[in-house]
């Protein structure tokens, strides 16, 4: 779990390989970024990218955009970078490693925003949420993603991580909520909610 939340040398490069190996990760990675319609002019920004799956197919999307990835895994930053090398130096995915209380600056605003797996690690996440609704354009959408991973863990374990991700999307201003569920084992909810559309960032 603590590998999960922050990984770090020899042993988080090997958990990062096999996130990256593992099937289901790789689909609940492809079918979010899939949810979220990207255009070929987007400026997107992922949260907690790990080894970089979403980070490669969003690049694939927005071909003329910007994709902009923040990890506070400096192994985690590597791994992402050398899986989109190309996109990196066509300086078209820019990989920072920094936490998410802690952002860069993506400079004009953005168009969509992802967290996969990764909400459950951030420090007081209904103000990272306001925060991070305040980088998107008015009516830019948002993607937190959740697969529960702890033993034993169900569709209602699911239902229950969907739920609270909501509650945490509402009280951080965004509206027109909506959950889309993938039946893996066990099943990936994908909470998808709006910044108003009247929210200038
Ligand atoms: C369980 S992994 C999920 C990785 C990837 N999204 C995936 O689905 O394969 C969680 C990731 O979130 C990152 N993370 C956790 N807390 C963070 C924080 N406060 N700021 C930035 N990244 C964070 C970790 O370093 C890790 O790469």
Do not use: K, Y
């Not at 899939?34 to 002019?41: E, H, K, M, W």
């Not at 995915?93 to 990764?118: C, K, M, W, Y």
């Amino acid at each position: 779990m603590r590998q999960a939340g922050h990984p770090q040398g020899i042993v988080g490069s090997a958990v990062g390989w096999l996130f990256a190996l593992r099937g289901s990760n790789r689909r609940r990675n492809i079918w979010a970024v899939s949810l979220l319609n990207v255009r070929p002019t987007d400026r997107v920004l992922e949260i907690g990218f790990g080894p970089g799956i979403a980070v490669a197919e969003f690049a694939r999307h927005a071909t003329q955009g910007h994709v902009f990835g923040v990890d506070h895994s400096r192994t985690m930053v590597r791994q992402a970078a050398r899986r989109s090398a190309a996109a990196v130096r066509a300086r078209r995915v820019h990989l920072t490693q920094a936490s998410v209380e802690r952002l860069p600056s993506f400079g004009d605003p953005l168009d969509a925003i992802l967290a996969v797996n990764s909400v459950l690690f951030w420090p007081d996440p209904v103000e990272r949420l306001r925060e991070l609704r305040r980088l998107l354009r008015p009516a830019g959408r948002i993607a937190l993603v959740s697969q529960p991973r702890s033993p034993g863990a169900t569709r209602d374990t699911t239902v229950r991580a969907a739920q609270e991700l909501q509650d945490m999307l509402t009280q951080a201003g965004f509206t027109r909520l909506r959950v889309e569920f993938l039946e893996l084992d066990p099943p990936v909810a994908c909470v998808l909610a709006d910044n108003p559309p009247d929210n200038p960032a």
